[in-house]
């Protein structure tokens, strides 16, 4: 119920099922707890998602993986809070994919960031070179900076 919801955008209700089964004691499965941060996702809601992320293992004793951080690197990014996404990306314990890098250098050609931008445009060639899409996205941020 709480994927559908997040999928049809109806944040309020996913976070209201979500507590009530908090409080009922009901365990959350995997994809339940990644549909809740792609519905925090939809709506821009940070720090919401930041809660819910790093009370994941405490109260529902789910462990991160590769795919609740890319929804963390995603909600950041959308929200154009880039630096910060380099930051969680650093961070991960995962060593991250390229697509992980990708969905940066795609926020920061949205926000128009060619500094980090092109930061991670190195990144992602060192990890994978034969990787058209890094190159659009960087010639697109090129573009929109005027160089």
Request: proline share 3%.
């Amino acid at each position: 119920m709480i994927s559908c919801y997040a999928k049809n955008g109806f944040v309020e209700d996913v976070v209201l099922l979500l507590e009530s089964m908090k409080k009922k004691g009901i365990k959350l499965k995997d994809s339940t707890m990644v549909s809740v941060l792609i519905a925090c996702n939809y709506t821009s809601l940070v720090e919401r998602a930041i809660k819910y992320f790093k009370s994941m293992n405490r109260d529902y004793g789910i462990i991160p993986n590769i795919k609740y951080y890319m929804c963390i690197v995603d909600l950041f990014g959308q929200a154009g809070c880039l630096y910060e996404t380099h930051n969680v990306i650093k961070n991960i314990p995962i060593k991250p994919e390229a697509s992980t890098w990708i969905a940066v250098l795609s926020a920061c050609r949205i926000h128009d960031n060619l500094e980090l931008g092109e930061k991670v445009a190195k990144i992602i060639f060192e990890v994978e070179p034969s990787n058209s899409v890094p190159y659009k996205l960087l010639v697109d941020l090129y573009a929109v900076s005027g160089r």
